[in-house]
T-cell receptor
Framework: EDQVTQSPEALRLQEGESSSLNCSYT??????LFWYRQDPGKGPEFLFT???AGEEKEKERLKATLTKKESFLHITAPKPEDSATYLC?????????????FGTGTQLKVEL | ETGVTQTPRHLVMGMTNKKSLKCEQH?????MYWYKQSAKKPLELMFV???????ENNSVPSRFSPECPNSSHLFLHLHTLQPEDSALYLC?????????????FGPGTRLTVL
């Protein structure tokens, strides 16, 4: 069964304290791995798509990387406005169509 | 602004009521989705429409009835819901057929069933 596991469930950082969020997956035939940011009471906001092991993408203080088993979302020198829940999702080549399988997310809190 | 709008943003209904959720996408996409998001659970895919045709029904109870009159609009008709159906209902759209069909989400409808 396809699974997506995110860790930690919750993370509290001081402003400027860099860290990483993990998304591990067990799927056959990865088509793409997606990262979203979700603020309370809002819909997920698209951040990145990664397609193959070794790929990296960056946006401001965020950098996403991908291996054959997991993806990391690195947050460099975070600010309070980076506080949100970060969701990971995978899409398969075969059988899944355009279905996304999501993890439960990592709730990030960045404090002054 | 993601280009996907949902109304209403909040809805409180009794178990015997009938209501509808509306989603509209302004991105020119050809696929639309309904998801359910409950606390501490992953987003749960409910329905998928490609080119207005329903291609997935993820074992959703019949008290939820989707409708897709065109590629820009999607509805979720609700009737005789249960309290456990209280959740955030999210609509998304994507351009199916490309190598990557990134899904873009609306702000959601927070549903409370009394």
């Amino acid at each position: 069964e396809d699974q997506v596991t995110q860790s930690p469930e919750a993370l509290r950082l001081q402003e400027g304290e860099s860290s990483s969020l993990n998304c591990s997956y067990t799927v056959s035939g990865l088509r793409g791995l997606f990262w979203y940011r979700q603020d309370p009471g809002k819909g997920p906001e698209f951040l990145f798509t990664l397609y193959s092991a070794g790929e990296e993408k960056e946006k401001e203080r965020l950098k996403a990387t991908l291996t054959k088993k997991e993806s990391f979302l690195h947050i460099t020198a975070p600010k309070p406005e980076d506080s949100a829940t970060y969701l990971c999702a995978v899409q398969m080549f075969t059988g899944g169509g355009n279905k996304l399988t999501f993890g439960t997310g990592t709730q990030l809190k960045v404090e002054l | 602004e993601t280009g996907v709008t949902q109304t209403p943003r909040h809805l409180v209904m009794g178990m015997t009521n009938k209501k509808s959720l509306k989603c509209e996408q302004h991105l020119g996409h050809n696929a639309m989705y309904w998801y359910k998001q409950s606390a501490k659970k992953p987003l749960e895919l409910m329905f998928v429409y490609n080119f207005k045709e329903q291609t997935e029904n993820n074992s959703v109870p019949s008290r939820f009835s989707p409708e897709c009159p065109n590629s820009s609009h999607l509805f979720l008709h609700l009737h005789t819901l249960q309290p456990e159906d209280s959740a955030l209902y999210l609509c998304a759209s994507s351009q199916e057929g490309q190598f990557t069909d990134t899904q873009y989400f609306g702000p959601g409808t927070r549903l409370t069933v009394l």
